[in-house]
């Protein structure tokens, strides 16, 4: 079954600073990954998908993620924190659970971006 | 356009109440899916319906009941809801059901039984 792994369910970074927010995955067949990002009181917004097509990709706000499949992992990064960038972040793989498809969350992950 | 929209924002109701909540999306998706959404956690499959017709039911309590009148509406209504109900419930919708298939939120509707 697939599953996702988000290290660090707190980040912390300075405005300007690099941004890296891990997921490692767990999957028997070429995984579908998504980037989702949930400001508060808000619902969640697709930042990027992995579909095979690139082991790059590049999504909205700066964000990209890179494909590795010999690290089964999907690291979400930014080159320049903003502040409006605090938010929780989701990992999530598309994947067959309980004999269907549907899309596992990791725990998430929530940013905190300082002045 | 992307939006999924949901009404109302915000719902407190009693236990002995029945409410609804909306959700429409004009994208032309086919797969419309009600999540339920607790405090630091990540959303939890509630229903997917599939070109109008239920197909997953993640063995959610009958106090909610899903209804799909066409292919741009999802409803969720509700009845004798419990305290731990509460919660942030979280409409999205996808092209097809498939797996590459990316899923479209909501803002969502707030949820407080009391």
């Known amino acids: 079954a697939q599953s996702v792994t988000q290290l660090g369910s707190h980040v912390s970074v300075s405005e300007g600073a690099l941004v890296l927010l891990r997921c490692n995955y767990s999957?028997?067949?070429?995984?579908?990954l998504f980037w989702y990002v949930q400001y508060p009181n808000q619902g969640l917004q697709l930042l990027l998908k992995?579909?095979?097509?690139?082991?790059l990709v590049k999504g909205i706000n700066d964000f990209e993620a890179e494909f590795k499949k010999s690290e089964t992992s999907f690291h979400l990064t930014k080159p320049s924190a903003h502040m409006s960038d605090a938010a929780e972040y989701f990992c999530?793989?598309?994947?067959?659970?309980?004999?269907?498809?549907?899309?596992?969350f990791g725990a998430g992950t929530r940013l905190a971006v300082h002045p | 356009d992307t939006e999924v929209t949901q009404t109302p924002k915000h719902l407190v109701m009693g236990m002995t109440n029945k409410k609804s909540l909306k959700c429409e999306q004009h994208?032309?998706?086919?797969?419309m899916y009600w999540y339920k959404q607790k405090a630091k956690k990540p959303p939890e499959l509630m229903f997917v319906?599939?070109?109008?017709?239920?197909?997953i039911n993640e063995s959610v309590p009958s106090r909610f009941s899903p209804e799909c009148p066409n292919s741009s509406l999802l409803n969720l209504h509700l009845h004798a809801l419990q305290p731990e109900d509460s919660a942030l419930y979280l409409c999205?919708?996808?092209?097809?059901?498939?797996?590459?298939?990316?899923?479209?939120f909501g803002p969502g509707t707030r949820l407080t039984v009391t």
């Open positions: 999205a919708s996808s092209q097809e059901s498939g797996e590459q298939y990316e899923q479209y």
């Open positions: 999957s028997s067949v070429p995984p579908y």
């Open positions: 992995y579909t095979s097509a690139a082991t």
């Open positions: 999530a793989v598309s994947g067959y659970s309980g004999g269907y498809n549907k899309l596992i």
């Open positions: 994208m032309g998706h086919r797969a």
């Open positions: 319906y599939s070109y109008e017709k239920l197909s």
